[in-house]
């Protein structure tokens, strides 16, 4: 018997197919549907701000429950280390196709299973092509299995001296961009560059005194956590003025470059000489990343196996095509514009109740709540604001001392219930209920050390349970996947 789709919804391919799969699950591993559907529960009944999520068509989610999964394919397209790959095939070429054409980009690879390979592949596309050892014209794969083992660690050692500048963790890069802890910090020797102290600005005159001085072979720009544009025709003069490669990781705001709100300078793909992205944040696809470039690093970028990857995962790469599909639509134009209406509307509404937020505003989708000035770590209002049903994440600020455990700040992000059809009055609102909850939270004491707790926290149960009720009154008129009619547990 049916678990899960009524008759009512019959009319609906994608909903029935959607609820077939999980009475099916249902059957054979009931412990795993129920969570499915728990999960599902749990999104619907909170007001989801993380900055790196959204909420995938059905479609795309579709895509990937199939048979495809099944497939090995190495290599890249018409070109395999498998036989009978020439349905994948045709499915990597369209979705490489619909990359280029959504990005106006020379040359795509789908292939990365995250934004973090995405990113490996590229770093060592970029090692590959221009890093010349004497002796060696190229890197090519004849070349190299030519080497003897002394020469191959001296190119080994020759690979690892190259300098990667990104920007430092706590001004908003990544943890891929240099991050001791990384691998991208041990392969190469890593340095960073800080957003203005004062501004918490990028200072484009500094990221240039620092490149003169580092000579880095790459020049990376983007960011997880950084609120403002990013001047890429600026960082290409400064990567050419020291002979350095522009890589752009634009996994958080592709969605803003495809939907046409990054124009000019700020949309990257003219000035980077690569580019790399995660499918699943702003651009609402499938979990994935890839890598856009210039046609000078095609061949190293389609190298990615054996380079990094192994497999690929042709089912993710079918959702992909999904999602650059839906995001060569023109509604997505409109979704793009009022994700930043609505971070701009988020930011307002917190400044005006008095609360900090990092560069006084936004141009992109997040909003950076600064807690510096509060007896409070990111890690208690992370933990208070769940409980009334919002979902956010605690981030570092500029050159926060709390560590990126703790943390003195809140990243929030609207791509998400802009998905969900809300808008700046809604974005107000919700800045009402984070205040409430702010203004009213204070650390707890660690009885037995006689100390302030980094973690725990007191909120006023009556405030608690007034700010619940705020989220919940907002969440019925922006129900999450109505069309799924499983109901409330
Ligand atoms: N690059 C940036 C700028 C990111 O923010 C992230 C993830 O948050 C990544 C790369 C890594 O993406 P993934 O988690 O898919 O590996």
Redesign the pocket.
Known sequence: MSQFHPTKNLKNSAVIAYLAALDHLKLVAPEIADQIVAELQDQRRSLKLIA?ENYSSLSVQLAMGNLLTDKYCEGYPYHRFYAGCEHVDAIEQRAADLAKQLFSADHAYVQPH????A?LVALWSILIQRVQQPGIEKLSKKNLDELSVDEYEQLRQLLNRQTLLGLSLHSGG?L?HGYRHNVSAKMLRAVSYDVDPKTQLLDYGRIAEIARKEKPLILLA???AYPRLIDFAKMREIADEVGAVLMV?M??FSGLVAGGVFKGVHHPIEYAHIVTS?T?KTLRGP?G?MVLCKNEFADAVNKGCPLILGGPLPHVIAAKAICFQEALASDFKDYAARIVKNSQALAEGLMKRGLKVVTNGTDNHLVLLDLTELPLTGRQAELALREIGVTANRNMVPFDTKGPWYTAGVRLGTAALTTRGMGPDQMDHIAHIIHTVIRNLKPATIEERGKLSLARYILDEAIAIRARSMVSELLEHYPLYPELKIEER
Do not use: V
Request: aromatic letters at 6%; zero cysteines.
């Open positions: 790196s995250s934004g973090a390979d990113n990544h891929t983007g960011y997880s990781d996994a958080h995660t699943h979990r990343g």
